[in-house]
């Protein structure tokens, strides 16, 4: 960051998003402006051990440094993506009787309350997402303030994690020297960096395709319907090519040839079309087909989609997304991948790139790092929120204030 850009910043103003994910760890900084995020610098590092917390810790530490040299600040407080098979979303429903026959704030605070109510066995609450609002025989209420009735219902949705998966997230955080400030499920972050209101509006599904797992989420508006994880991602398809090209390759080189030679689009390939594959020892390189190696990887993305196609229908979740499907994450880098999309999920697919910051490098627009900015995206959003409530207390206070100034006047001198 240069000198420039130092003294227009704020110290106050500035928030980290860290995205560890199964082969990279993001560490974003940001700040704070009056509509939107500026992203500043990003400690950007591989992760070869990601089930290894010391190999987490420390290569969190070297994200951290690399912020820190980058742009001459101390990293402290981060918001940090969460996604997984421990993660899940479960629908509750909460009714409560209205005491004055109308809907008061409090009154929708206490009908969400009671629908996140739910068993310790359910895991350690992330989100709440409440949907529309039922007011005696009267549904599809998106606010309900100030209408008169009987009984106010909600639907929410309840994003949890087992607790042992945040105890062991939070411990690698703190190990490296950071806290916490919230943990954000991963597809909601990502959400924020690359959906549009139209999409929103409509209804659409967020898929964020990464190294270790395939997220979705579906969103209405501003509302998250249902989540879900598949631990099916682009490590199962290095996997398939380690094992499938008939020659002996290591998960390193698999990966470097999905990289370089990888793609969806089948019928583009010409049928002879060779790559080179390094012989094991000194055996030299070996010819091999990039049709069989687009039909491996083609395969595996197939039977992803295809998983999480009937999971929405089983969810009937299928019949919301008439925004269609955003793919996001790594993954995203292989040629034709929102064409396999569209043929599974018969919907309007495109990729996402993360939009609606300033200050952003061309490098970082890569769908890769959807997660990693929407989390900077998530965090201003919080701090806005959050100066507004500080803001409307303040107003409420100096309210008081007035009137007792004024009461004690008219109590002195008449």
Avoid: W
């Avoid at 900084?29 to 995020?37: I, L, R």
């Avoid at 087992?162 to 190990?175: D, H, M, S, T």
């Avoid at 209101?197 to 509302?223: C, M, Q, T």
Wanted: aromatic share 6%; charged share 25%; proline share 3%.
């Amino acid at each position: 960051m240069d000198e420039n850009n130092k003294n227009e910043i704020r110290k106050e103003d500035l928030i980290f998003g860290l995205d560890i994910g199964a082969s990279k760890i993001n560490l974003f900084m940001g700040a704070v402006t009056e509509d939107s995020v500026r992203v500043l610098e990003c400690g950007d590092l591989p992760l070869t051990k990601a089930d290894e917390m010391d190999s987490v810790v420390e290569n969190l530490q070297k994200a951290a440094c690399q912020l820190e040299s980058l742009a001459s600040v101390d990293v402290n407080d981060v918001y940090v993506g969460i996604a997984g098979k421990h993660v899940q979303s479960l629908l509750s429903k909460g009714l409560i009787t209205l005491p004055t026959g109308e809907v008061r704030s409090q009154d929708i605070e206490m009908v969400k309350s009671q629908a996140s109510t739910i068993p310790e066995s359910a895991g350690q609450i992330i989100h709440v997402f409440p949907g529309e609002y039922t007011l005696d025989d009267q549904t599809g209420i998106k606010n309900p303030k100030g209408r008169s009735g009987r009984r106010l219902g909600v639907d929410v949705q309840v994003v949890t994690s087992r607790p042992n998966a945040i105890q062991n997230l939070e411990k690698c955080v703190r190990g490296a020297g950071l806290r916490v400030v919230d943990f954000v499920l991963e597809p909601l972050a990502a959400a924020y960096a690359v959906l549009t209101d139209d999409e929103r509006e409509l209804g659409v599904a967020l898929i964020d395709i990464g190294a270790g797992s395939a997220d979705i989420a579906v969103f209405v508006g501003e509302s998250v319907r249902y989540t879900a994880s598949l631990d099916l991602a682009g490590n199962a398809i290095t996997s398939d090519i380690s094992k499938c090209l008939k020659v002996p390759i290591s998960l390193t080189k698999s990966e470097e040839i999905k990289k370089k030679f990888g793609t969806c689009k089948i019928s583009n390939l010409i049928e002879d079309e060779m790559f080179p594959v390094p012989g094991v020892g000194d055996r030299g390189d070996v010819e091999c087909s990039r049709k069989l190696l687009a039909r491996v990887i083609t395969a595996r993305v197939v039977e992803i989609f295809k998983i999480l196609f009937e999971d929405l229908q089983k969810h009937k979740m299928d019949t919301l997304i008439n925004g269609g499907i955003v793919l996001t994450g790594g993954c995203c880098s292989l040629e034709g991948i929102d064409e396999v999309a569209n043929r599974v999920f018969g919907k309007p697919v495109r990729i996402g790139h993360p939009k609606g910051t300033s200050g952003i490098q061309e490098a970082f627009r890569n769908p890769s790092y959807a997660t990693g900015i929407g989390l900077l995206h998530y965090a201003a959003r919080q701090r806005r929120e959050n100066k507004k409530r500080e803001t409307g207390k303040q107003i409420s206070v100096s309210v008081k204030k007035g009137f007792q100034r004024f009461k004690d006047f008219v109590q002195t001198y008449f």
